[in-house]
């Protein structure tokens, strides 16, 4: 019986091994083999033929615009909740709410949350962010509308990140601040946001792989299109247009979409994995300075 | 004569820093509680906008009865005119069929995670145990798009030519196409998916269980697998069911890999139909509103595809209600998980 057990645990193990090793080869493989440097410059065209429909440096555009609007709304909106809750929590009642919204946001599948985006950005309140129609119907689509929700996906890890980190930081090193003459807000700006900070970069960097990993929102909420400004001022003009990113260029060349183009929808994915594995070890080296910082640790 | 500002100057430094605290402590609470109105104006829209077709079908929207893709299609050609919208609509096959996929790839998951992270804490050399610690969470980083990708070009190509036999493709032919694109790809493919989610949690569990226990059980002449099922899975059994919960709020929601892989047909595959029923088509709730996004402007056909966001909010908010249940046996202990 007990070497059963034994047997199955070495068994899953391997088989983890095995199907990690096969994911990431495969994609190795593929994305060398498809991947050429003038798919990486040049912007998609709508073409039947393959070989003139090219690359995907707009998509590698967006997922970037909308990775750093995703990223600028969520770390301080995460990390102002994720103090409120750790050091000031009153009233209690609320803070309690605060915590199961915060949960509730990060079981909610992204796909309700674009949808949901979909509503509150087309009120005629929101119009500026996206463009309006001739009878003034906001069309509600645009990165600036997809990366605010974006955000949301973002934001309970970085809450989850820094309240962790905050409650590491022991109680005597808020006291000794307090103990020379420093406010709660100078200790909070001074002691404990410098403290968490590896802590809220790795949240973050968490966040940035969800957001430039989601597709969900960016095929509803982004329109999946080509980069097409909105308005002639240059750069807000491009926010408040649509767009498209890797995520939903992979979906809709592969057989489920409409480009059914599977050697660019592999080389773009390869592109999307070597993104997602560059944050991750982002992560690394953060949490690895964060162990040779916390003095009082010891 | 200069009394007043005099004692408003020597009172000013611990008065700025008071204000300034109470400024402090009013603005974070404010963009917290922006986060707790959000949630609540998410829940509010999205239920209003669902509405009209709950209340069209009633109860028996949640029922059998009929061909759904049909329905969905008469909604979307419903008329102009709002008096004549139509809201038929039995959403059964769909339910499920997120439920049929989620279970068993939950179910699935949680055996193999288990066993994976025992492996990883206890019995894997250490040579191995560094390269598989980054691997689990790089694979839990994947976008499921990725995973898709994968299942629809290499897994959905694989079952479809060299699995299903002609005889299983005529047997339900004046029913549905077998092509591939099946029940099977999709659970195989959620599996991977959320395995590693579950792995990393469970090993942080099992880890942060106190080494006196297990010490204490080796000291009686327990052997290592023995320690490691019934005393270290045992106590860290909440932080396993906190896990579950959290790939299958992950499975329940995942769209895009699921209208990839999974056939966007919306049939109920019925288990009788022997070892076919796994390779039959389906159609959860959140890739049906993927694959109709294009639909969302006619209106009927939107408060539709709201009404399946709106059960899925729901599921979603039940879950972190039993997720946060399962968590608090594990605070009596002082397990932090």
Known sequence: MDRIGLGLCWAAGIALCLIAAAIVGFMLFKGLQFLRPDLLVTSPVASQDQSKSGGFLDPMVGTLILTTIGTAVAVPLGVATAIWLSEYARPFWLARAVESGVDIIAGTPSIVLAIFGLIIFQQSFFGFLSFTAEGGAVFGRSFLTAGLMMS?????LIVAATREALQSIPGHVREASYALGKSKSA????VLIPAARPAIGTGAALGMGRIAGDTAIVVILLGATALQAEGSTPLFGTLRGTGSTLTSYVYNNSPAGEGNAPEKAYAAAFVLLLIVIFLNFSIDTIAGRRKMEAAWKG | MSAPPLTKFARSPRRSGESQDRRTELVLGVLACGV????????????????PSFSHNGLKWFGPGGDVGAQLQAIFNSPADPANYVYLLRAWPLIYATILVTASSVALALAFAVLSAIFIVEFAPNRLRRILEPTVRLLAAVPSVIYGLIGVLVLVPLVGNHLITRAQKESVIFVVQLTGNSLLVAVIVLT????PIMIAIIVDALRSVPNGWKEGAAALGVNRWRVMWTIVVRS???????AAVLATARALGEAIMLAMVAGSVAFSPNPLDGPTFFLEPIQPLAST???????????????????????????????????????????RYGIRA
């Open chain 2, 236 to 242: 860290a059994r909440p932080a396993i069911i906190a």
């Open chain 2, 36 to 51: 707790l109105a959000l949630v609540a104006g998410m829940v509010i829209f999205v239920f209003a906008k669902a509405w």
């Open chain 2, 192 to 195: 991977i998916m959320i395995t």
């Open chain 2, 289 to 331: 509103i993927v694959i109709n996004a294009e639909g969302l402007t006619v209106v009927p056909f939107g408060q539709t595809l709201y009404a399946f966001a709106a059960v899925l909010l729901v599921s979603a908010a039940g879950l972190s209600l039993c997720g946060y249940a399962a968590k608090q046996p594990l605070k």
């Open chain 1, 187 to 190: 200790t909070i700006r001074r």
């Open chain 1, 152 to 156: 949301l996906i973002a934001l309970p």
